[in-house]
């Protein structure tokens, strides 16, 4: 599956398989980070980012996975688009029409308005980062927004591209 050596998760130890563990054992770890495992150091850390947004106070599942599908389509990440669909199918009620409306506008994201807001946001940083205004975030921060839950929320947007290219380079 990947040109480079990766770590199974029925073999893994050490930090490969404490990244894993942040996975329920009913839910398959995802490909994305068995591929991290080349590096056990950065899947460790990745894993870290992972609990950090499944336990994140503000940022809630359902704006995270839509946030996470509309970044891996802008950037043709299949296995993330499916990924994140299913989720949003499954957790979210989402149909195939729904999301193919919410790819063809987000605007129209079945969210409260400042959730809506952030999800732009992180869209226009993920797809235009050099039109972000200081009025975009005061906008934000106005909705209740921290800067913390901005930076998270885009970081989170933005980290989608390095796994895209990541993924394409080593997935055969």
């Known amino acids: ?11 893994a130890t050490g930090k490969v398989a404490e990244a894993y563990s942040v996975f329920p ?10 591929l991290m495992s080349a590096s056990p150091e950065l899947a460790h850390l990745q894993s ?17 996975a839509m946030i996470r599908y509309l970044a891996a389509v802008e950037h043709d990440y299949t296995f993330c688009i499916n ?3 299913g989720l949003l199918k499954m957790a ?11 790819k063809a506008n987000p605007e129209n994201a079945p969210l409260e308005d400042f959730q809506k807001a ?7 940083v993920v797809k235009t980062p050099e039109e ?3 009025t975009d975030v005061e906008k934000l921060r106005e909705m209740g927004w921290s800067d913390q839950d901005i930076f998270d929320a885009a970081f989170h947007g933005a980290a989608m591209i390095g796994a895209s290219k990541l993924y394409k380079a080593f997935s055969r």
Do not use: C, W, Y
Request: proline share 6%; aromatic share 6%; no cysteine.
């Open 1 to 11: 599956m990947f040109i480079l050596k990766t770590v199974k998760p029925e073999e």
């Open 25 to 34: 054992k009913e839910m398959p770890v995802p490909a994305p980070l068995i």
């Open 48 to 64: 870290g980012i992972i609990r950090h947004f499944m336990t994140h106070q503000k940022l809630d599942m359902g704006l995270l």
């Open 83 to 85: 990924l994140n669909a």
């Open 92 to 102: 979210g009620g989402f149909s195939d029409a729904d999301l193919g409306a919410l």
């Open 118 to 124: 952030l999800l732009l946001f992180v869209l226009k």
């Open 132 to 134: 972000v205004q200081e």
